[in-house]
């Protein structure tokens, strides 16, 4: 779904952008894992945001969108 690459890639960009070593990620053909390695509030709140709107996505697209 491209809503929810657009979303995860711009939250996951915006906080390397702040610090590179904040996360790593890897993508897979079942989706995407995202590995929090130093979490300070301006990425908690980035993160929260994120899956708050994945969340509402998932609302909307029960078959196609899974949040864990």
């Not at 390397?16 to 993508?27: I, M, Q, R, T």
């Not at 980035?46 to 969108?65: A, T």
């Amino acid at each position: 779904c491209s809503a929810c690459s657009s979303i995860v890639t711009t939250t996951v960009n915006g906080i390397l952008a702040l610090n590179k070593e904040s996360l790593s990620y890897l993508v897979s053909e079942k989706g995407m894992t995202i590995e929090v390695k130093a979490l300070d509030d301006t990425t908690q709140i980035l993160i929260n945001n994120m899956i708050s709107l994945l969340k509402e996505l998932e609302e909307q697209y029960p078959e196609n969108i899974e949040v864990k």
